[in-house]
Antibody, heavy 118, light 111 residues
């Protein structure tokens, strides 16, 4: 069974940093691309970032470029999202998702809530 | 404002069919056959229902089907069931530097 478990969310002040983690199981992690997608409270989905299976290709949404960094550790079946210079508008549930390229996500974790507030 | 335009809500009765539209531009929906549809129940993670315009992942009911014409994609659900009541989101690959865009979501009510 494919499982994706996110962690690392919490309350952070504007301008602060947070690192999200996602541990994968039930599939061969190093064969798959991965995405981060977020959802602000009561709002729709927003794609955040993509990383290919071997980390050679990385994409970011314009809204987070230069502030967020995606990475992965295939030896530990783990995906990460380093978030710096956080803003109020980054408040959202962040989902880790297995990618069909960047264009679709076929399995999703349950999400971790990031709240940016003073 | 979302990059892709979906109706805010649609409704139907059990057994009926409904269609949800997703309108983009020649830079996203119109340029790639990379439209996906997701179902999200309240408090739950999204579930992939359709990818690459019309492909169903394993385990997704064949009551769900997708299509595209020009800059508009569509999700059709036939034989509506009460458990289909959820939010539905479309997404598309795009030529912009933001590689993937979503629609604003459509709330499906099964009356």
């Amino acid at each position: 069974e494919v499982q994706l478990v996110e962690s690392g969310g919490g309350l952070v002040q504007p301008g602060g940093s947070l690192r999200l983690s996602c541990v994968a199981s039930g599939f061969t992690f190093n064969h798959y691309n991965m995405n981060w997608v977020r959802q602000a409270p009561g709002k729709g989905l927003e794609w955040v970032s993509y990383i290919s299976s071997g980390s050679s290709t990385i994409y970011y949404a314009d809204s987070v470029k230069g502030r967020f960094t995606i990475s992965r550790d295939n030896a530990k079946n783990s995906l990460f999202l380093q978030m710096n210079s956080l803003r109020d508008e980054d408040t959202a549930v962040y989902y880790c998702a297995r990618g069909v390229g960047p264009r679709a996500s076929d399995y999703w974790g349950q999400g971790t809530l990031v709240t940016v507030s003073s | 404002q979302s990059a892709l335009t979906q109706p805010a809500s649609v409704s139907g009765s059990p057994g009926q069919s409904i269609t949800i539209s997703c309108t983009g531009t020649s830079s996203d929906v119109g340029d790639y056959n990379f439209v996906s549809w997701y179902q999200q129940h309240p408090g739950k993670a999204p579930k992939l229902m359709i990818f690459d315009v019309s492909n169903r992942p394993s385990g997704v009911s064949n009551r769900f089907s997708g299509s595209k014409s020009g800059n508009t994609a569509s999700l059709t659900i036939s034989g509506l069931q009460t458990e289909d009541e959820a939010d539905y989101y479309c997404s598309s690959y795009t030529t912009s530097t933001t590689k993937v865009v979503f629609g604003g979501g459509t709330k499906l009510t099964v009356l």
